[in-house]
């Protein structure tokens, strides 16, 4: 008795077997014919080897580091350090952002200054300083810099160029 829900089961599954590979053999083209092929993965041109990057040497008394460096202005005054560089959309330098006040941090403020008030003379090492081109009553006068707000440059006299979006 068992044998006949056993071999209705065995005959189903084998009618199921032949359909679904009797649609598979439809789907697959035709040698000579031209229908199309839906499970096919797009034609990927081959990579084109990458050109190579361009390489610049400096010279390690040409060229150095700005982040921390000690600000003085033209009468040797301390005007604090510099803390980060602002540049604009296009990548271009346009200020720095410099602690200034306080002692070891505390009751310091943040400015901003414009680029072209900054002189790098002589850097040689950590220890020379960077001139600014603004006197210490000017730079006390600045608005304090806080991130996510309009930035407010304080430029030297005539030096500074209006930001255009």
């Known amino acids: 008795m068992r044998a006949k829900p056993l071999f209705a089961f065995v005959a189903i599954a084998f009618g199921a077997f032949a359909a679904v590979t009797s649609w ?25 080897a990458a050109p190579p990057p361009s390489v610049t040497i400096i010279g390690a008394g040409d060229a150095h580091g700005v982040l921390g460096r000690d600000v003085r ?14 540049v ?13 006040g306080g002692f ?10 414009d ?4 002189h790098f003379g002589r ?3 950590k220890s020379d300083a960077i001139t600014l081109e603004l006197t210490k009553d000017q730079v006390k006068a600045a ?10 440059v304080l430029g030297a006299s005539g030096s500074l160029q209006p930001f255009s979006p």
């Open 24 to 48: 598979a053999a439809d789907q697959t083209p035709q040698a000579g014919g031209s229908s199309p092929q839906p499970n096919t993965a797009p034609t990927v041109a081959p990579k084109e």
């Open 73 to 86: 202005s033209p009468t040797n005054e301390d005007m604090g350090h510099i803390v980060d560089v602002i």
């Open 88 to 100: 604009d959309r296009t990548g271009t330098v346009r200020a720095a952002v410099i602690d200034f």
């Open 104 to 113: 070891l941090g505390v009751g310091s403020r943040k400015i901003v200054v």
């Open 115 to 118: 680029w072209n008030a900054l």
């Open 123 to 125: 850097i040689a090492d």
């Open 143 to 152: 608005p304090e810099y806080k991130e996510d707000a309009p930035i407010v």
